[in-house]
C-alpha cells in the first residue's frame, strides 16, 4: 500500500506541473483504459452467460429425449 500512495503521489505531483496538453494526454489515455477494461469485462460475462444458456439448453434437450425414449419404450 505504500508503494501505492507513493506512486499516487508522484502522480499528482507530477499533474501539477504538467502542461495542459500532457494533463489531457493522460486522462485520455485514463479513459481509454478504463473503457478498455470495462468492455472486455462486459464482453467476458455475456459470454459466461451465453455458454450457461447452452448447457442449460442441453441439459433440457436430453431430458426430453430420454423422455422421449421411456415413452416409446413404454
Same mark, same amino acid.
Given at each position: 500500500? +505504500?508503494?501505492?500512495?507513493f506512486?499516487? &503521489?508522484?502522480?499528482?505531483?507530477?499533474?501539477?506541473? @504538467?502542461?495542459?496538453?500532457?494533463?489531457?494526454? &493522460? #486522462?485520455?489515455? #485514463? @479513459? &481509454?483504459?478504463?473503457?478498455? =477494461?470495462? &468492455? =472486455?469485462?462486459?464482453?467476458?460475462?455475456?459470454?459466461?452467460?451465453?455458454v450457461?444458456?447452452? =448447457? +442449460?439448453?442441453?441439459?433440457?434437450?436430453?431430458? #426430453?429425449?430420454?423422455?422421449?425414449?421411456?415413452?416409446?419404450?413404454?
Amino acid at each position: 500500500y +505504500l508503494l501505492l500512495l507513493f506512486l499516487l &503521489f508522484k502522480m499528482l505531483n507530477y499533474l501539477m506541473s @504538467a502542461s495542459r496538453a500532457s494533463k489531457l494526454t &493522460f #486522462l485520455a489515455s #485514463l @479513459a &481509454f483504459t478504463g473503457f478498455s =477494461v470495462s &468492455f =472486455v469485462l462486459w464482453t467476458q460475462k455475456s459470454e459466461r452467460d451465453a455458454v450457461k444458456q447452452g =448447457v +442449460l439448453a442441453d441439459i433440457e434437450r436430453q431430458k #426430453l429425449y430420454e423422455e422421449t425414449l421411456q415413452k416409446r419404450a413404454a
